[in-house]
């Protein structure tokens, strides 16, 4: 079955260090690649996807992730961190069937829980 | 600015009362999205439906919750007895070609 890990659970930071928050797949076939944040209280929001193209995506707010297909990864990435990053982080990937469509379901990784510290 | 709506926002209840929440989603979007999170379990996916059909709701207790679509501005869930280990947030998401859009979520209390 395609699963979805996210090694970190719970990472604590300090204001202006860099972020790395891993996620890995479990299927060689194609995939969509997603980030989505979750601040307290709130709704998940877009991050950065990926379709197909340049590896490393660039989405808001200064994250980047970058897809290493040999290592079925994409890794969020934020070169200095601000107190407001602080938030849940989620990695999702979409499927794509051996018949070639897309399953149009996510599968959610468990969330990184990001708190960063001023 | 289309985005997903979730109606009611908050929601206290009773244990066995029944509970219907509602979700519009983004007009074009195909495919609808039943999501529950919770501290203990993160989150599950419930329900979906493609063109407004059920494609899978593996992730639902039959027993007690219904999902369904009336049509393509509105999706339904609704649970039935309610119980409290259903309190949760419930989030609804509409996608096109697979990226989800998530709508603010029902706040579920069940006491």
């Known amino acids: 079955a395609q699963s979805v890990s996210q090694h970190n659970h719970h990472v604590i930071l300090s204001e202006a260090a860099s972020l790395e928050l891993g996620c890995n797949y479990s299927?060689?076939?194609?995939?969509?690649l997603f980030w989505y944040v979750q601040y307290p209280g709130q709704h998940l929001q877009l991050l950065l996807k990926?379709?197909?193209?340049?590896?490393l995506v660039k989405g808001i707010k200064g994250f980047e992730a970058e897809f290493i297909k040999s290592k079925f990864s994409f890794n969020l990435r934020k070169p200095s961190v601000q107190w407001s990053d602080t938030a849940e982080y989620f990695c999702a990937v979409n499927f794509h069937m051996n018949y070639g469509g897309a399953t149009n379901k996510l599968i959610f990784g468990t969330g990184t829980l990001l708190a960063v510290q001023p | 600015d289309a985005r997903v709506t979730q109606t009611p926002r908050d929601k206290v209840t009773e244990m066995g009362q029944e509970v219907t929440m509602r979700c519009q989603p983004i007009l074009g979007h195909n495919t609808v999205f039943w999501y529950r999170q919770t501290m203990m379990q993160g989150l599950e996916l419930l329900a979906y439906f493609r063109n407004r059909a059920p494609l899978d709701d593996s992730g639902m207790p039959k027993d007690r919750f219904s999902a369904e679509m009336p049509d393509a501005t509105l999706a339904t869930l609704k649970i039935q007895p309610s119980e409290p280990r259903d309190s949760a947030v419930y989030f609804c998401?509409?996608?096109?070609?697979?990226?989800?859009?998530f709508g603010p979520g029902t706040r579920l209390t069940v006491l």
């Open positions: 990926y379709f197909s193209g340049d590896p």
């Open positions: 299927y060689g076939g194609t995939v969509n």
């Open positions: 998401a509409s996608g096109l070609g697979g990226e989800q859009f």
